[in-house]
T-cell receptor
């Protein structure tokens, strides 16, 4: 079953605009990871944020984590047509979950040139 | 390129058959994970190996099995295939203690069962 709920399911913006995707989850986590997938291809790792972190940056990406609300957001600034893809959040829990990732359904981002 | 390799890229087979998917993790990674991506179920965790030992299991069917070899490559065996097994199968790897590290995914094997 899916742990995460992503919002929105689809997002359509113009090049240069910012894109924000949200992810909510249900159980406690060790970390949360964001991935990009282009058209049924492999998953590209974007960023990992640990449960004791609140914000991380990587280039044009900014990820926040609010463990009290069990939610995370991914912000892509100054988007480009090449950012068009599906974006997934994935959570990793502790205990017997070890490293298994539980994925959300994803947000389909379309950036129009 | 994540450094994780998977073969074959595509596989077309018939119901009732058995196939083997192969994965080589990134150099130095001890953990290997298998995931299935289908239209109706999304991305689902199947099984994890760490340094040759099974460490976690997801909703993996009894018809499916996996192993990790001493050289750390892994194979996922799917038998008695059904139409519903058609999906993208991903392998991922991570370094260090399982659970606290980035997982890097391979390009996937697209399985089509006819």
């Amino acid at each position: 079953s899916q742990q995460g709920e992503e919002d929105p399911q689809a997002l359509s913006i113009q090049e240069g605009e910012n894109a924000t995707m949200n992810c909510s989850y249900k159980t406690s986590i060790n970390n949360l990871q964001w991935y990009r997938q282009n058209s049924g291809r492999g998953l590209v790792h974007l960023i990992l944020i640990r449960s004791n972190e609140r914000e991380k940056h990587s280039g044009r990406l900014r990820v926040t984590l609010d463990t009290s609300k069990k939610s995370s957001s991914l912000l892509i600034t100054a988007s480009r047509a090449a950012d068009t893809a599906s974006y997934f959040c994935a959570t990793s829990g502790g205990g017997t979950s070890y490293g298994k990732l539980t994925f959300g359904q994803g947000t389909i981002l379309t950036v129009h040139p | 390129d994540s450094g994780v390799t998977q073969t074959p890229k595509h596989l077309i087979t018939a119901t009732g058959q058995r196939v083997t998917l192969r994965c080589s993790p990134r150099s130095g990674d001890l953990s290997v994970y298998w995931y299935q991506q289908s239209l109706d179920q999304g991305l689902q965790f199947l099984i994890q190996y760490y340094n040759g030992e099974e460490r976690a299991k997801g909703n993996i069917l009894e018809r499916f099995s996996a192993q990790q070899f001493p050289d750390l490559h892994s194979e996922l065996n799917l038998s008695s295939l059904e139409l519903g097994d058609s999906a993208l199968y991903f392998c991922a790897s991570s370094v260090g203690f399982p659970g606290d590290n980035e997982q890097f995914f391979g390009p996937g094997t697209r399985l089509t069962v006819l």
